[in-house]
């Protein structure tokens, strides 16, 4: 069954390929694509389209399927191109002409809109928290090890005295900002394209403000031409944002895969959370962080995708659109389990103590050397020269965190600070589940 089947059978072969992986990939719509289904029912009872017991009848059919989804027995059979199609065949084979009413006002290319912005809101939440439980992690490590001194590299050469907890507090200020770019793309997806129809509006007389309140949408997307341009705009916003976390996950998971090798030994995990070789009996892997690493790797390619799929789109729907759903929830996929695992090996890090106290490592408070000398009234550059001197014979007195006391600093990490701005950051994302807004438009059944 095709919606758009006018008596020609179509070419099995031409359906398969162009409803592509739709069959499995929109299974994530289908509770999207009720809800939004059901706020369109009761808009159309609204503006006078169709009558009361119709409304009452749609949305109890609507609910039963959303049930059926919820168990998992809503599937897209083998003679359908989407959620879609699949959804109002369900409707018609149990409600007959009422159930055939249902796609009055809109189309396809506004449906799968709403249903991707639905779907990628509750995505962004779910992640947000993940997020949010990273942070505090990075956080809790940062101020447990606190006092343990790391030496901080540049350009790969040991250059000054860190700690952990600089270490692991840089990395929740890094998610601090990568929330913020989040929170931004959840904005500019919160708004309604339910009723730009095919993407030219419609001459039915639509209420979309009821429907952009119904879905709890922040505003609508108004022009109907747009919203079709949206499509790829949103994902791109998205994309960035994952893009920037991704970023962050990848170079900490770097760090770890070098602060575990046997030169470094900086940290270390028990030896249930990591992983040996078929052949080499002394290996001790850190696989986990690895593929961390190249699946964050892989998601900051994201952007680039959806600007090569979308960059030679005339305005207006077309199909190449459908390729977007697979790589946005792909990404969102890679990411939270990611993040989880991540969340499990931080829970097992082992930090090793007294690594500033090997020789290799004296140069590294040179810097403190001539600090101490210019507090001594020494001008910066003599002091300089007069350490690099010392450095050849090498005798410092070893900086304690306590000289530290700038914001930032060792001393002074300023973790309540960016917890605050995190928790601001936070703040926008909130909404209902798919199960309590299917609720609240059953109250609509009057
Ligand atoms: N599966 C399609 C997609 O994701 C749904 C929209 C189909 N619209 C159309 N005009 N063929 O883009």
Known sequence: MKLWEKGINPEPAIIEFTAGRDRKTDIALAKWDIIGSMAHVIMLNDVGLILDEERNDLLKALHSLFVC?????????????????????????????????????????????????????????????????????????????????????????????SSFGLWFGAYAECLADDILLLSGARTLNNRNPLGTAAGFGTTLPLNRK????????????????????????????VASALASL?????????????????????????????????????????????????????????????????????????????LLKQLIFDAFADMKESIEIMLLMLNNIKVRKNITESPLYNTIFSTEEVNR????????????????????????????IKDYHHEGSLGNLCNEEIAKIFKERMKSFKNKTAAEMAEKMMEYVK
């Open 246 to 322: 991704a970023q962050t996950l990848s170079r900490f998971s770097m760090d770890i895969c070098l602060y575990m090798s046997a030169e470094f030994r900086f940290i270390d995990f028990p030896d249930e959370y990591i992983t040996g070789s078929s052949i080499m009996p002394q290996k001790r892997n850190p696989d986990v962080f690895e593929l961390i690493r190249g699946r964050t790797n892989i998601i900051q390619t994201l952007p680039n995708e959806i600007a090569m799929l979308t960059s030679n789109l005339p305005s207006g729907y077309n199909r190449d659109l459908q």
């Open 373 to 400: 000398l210019v507090k001594d009234g020494i001008p910066f550059r003599d002091a300089y020269k007069a350490v690099s001197e010392m450095v050849k014979n090498s005798s410092f007195s070893k900086t304690t």
């Open 210 to 237: 009821l429907t952009t309140e119904l879905l709890e949408f922040d505003d609508l997307l108004y022009n109907s031409a747009y919203a079709s341009l949206s499509r790829g705009k949103v994902e791109m916003a």
């Open 69 to 161: 989804d919820e168990e998992g027995s809503l599937i897209i059979e083998k003679d359908v191109e989407d959620i879609h199609s699949q959804i109002e065949k369900e409707m018609a084979s149990i409600l007959g002409v009422t159930g055939k009413k249902i796609h009055a006002g809109r189309s396809r290319n506004d449906q799968v809109l709403v249903d991707i912005r639905l779907y990628t809101r509750e995505e962004i939440d779910k992640l947000s928290l993940l997020v949010s439980n990273l942070f505090n992690r990075f956080q809790s490590l940062s101020g447990r090890y606190k006092d343990v001194l790391l030496p901080g590299y540049t350009h790969m050469q040991p250059a000054m005295v």
